[in-house]
């Protein structure tokens, strides 16, 4: 009985499936609520550089006092140890998260009809050192790509422009963060 069932499905698709990859207010939402995570993993990374900062100039000023150069790669005490691998760690996760909703724009971006935004996608969410090896070259402002994918995928840029703009044309209305006291407060931010 669960193969006559599952039959229909397997021979001609789901059609709720393929309306959710290109309904325009669906795909809104769940870049809003990506771009809610992501603020959220870069406003708890960005609080917590003020405690590292803090440790790291304690930190710092001992290593300056045995004249030696603090470095990533140099044995440290405790507490520092812990507040820089706990930073590191919020850095990751930020950067994920902000990866993250970038794939989710990406969609929106190709229905806008910008040109190529899986290309430049890459170039948005890769480490820079991957990026130099790609190219051979060591300064990242000769590669135009990196640049371009900026354009549609960072912050405050024409990719989150045409998003806003497609969106509201569906009868979305994003939501920006940055200035909604009402979010902040409920997530403590």
């Known amino acids: 009985m669960k193969k006559l069932f599952l039959l229909p499905f397997l021979l001609f698709g789901s059609p709720v499936i393929a309306e959710i990859k290109t309904d325009v207010r669906l795909l809104c939402i769940r870049n809003q609520r990506a771009y809610d995570v992501s603020y959220i993993a870069f406003r708890e990374y960005d609080a917590y550089m003020d405690i590292w900062l803090e440790e790291y100039r304690k930190e710092k000023k001992k290593f300056e006092a045995r004249g030696?150069?603090?470095?990533?790669?140099?044995?440290?005490d405790e507490p520092y140890k812990s507040i820089r691998k706990e930073f590191f760690r919020l850095g990751d996760v930020s950067k994920k998260k902000r990866d993250a909703y970038a794939k989710t724009l990406l969609p929106i971006l190709e229905l806008a009809g910008y040109e190529r935004p899986e290309f430049y996608l890459w170039y948005y969410t890769a480490y820079h050192d991957e990026i130099r090896e790609r190219h051979n070259i060591i300064d990242l402002n000769k590669v135009e790509e990196l640049d371009i994918g900026q354009d549609y995928f960072g912050p405050g840029k024409s990719g989150e422009d045409s998003r806003d703009e497609l969106c509201k044309l569906y009868g979305y209305e994003f939501n920006n963060r940055y200035n909604d006291q009402k979010f902040k407060k409920k997530y403590g931010l």
């Open 68 to 76: 030696e150069i603090l470095r990533d790669s140099s044995v440290v």
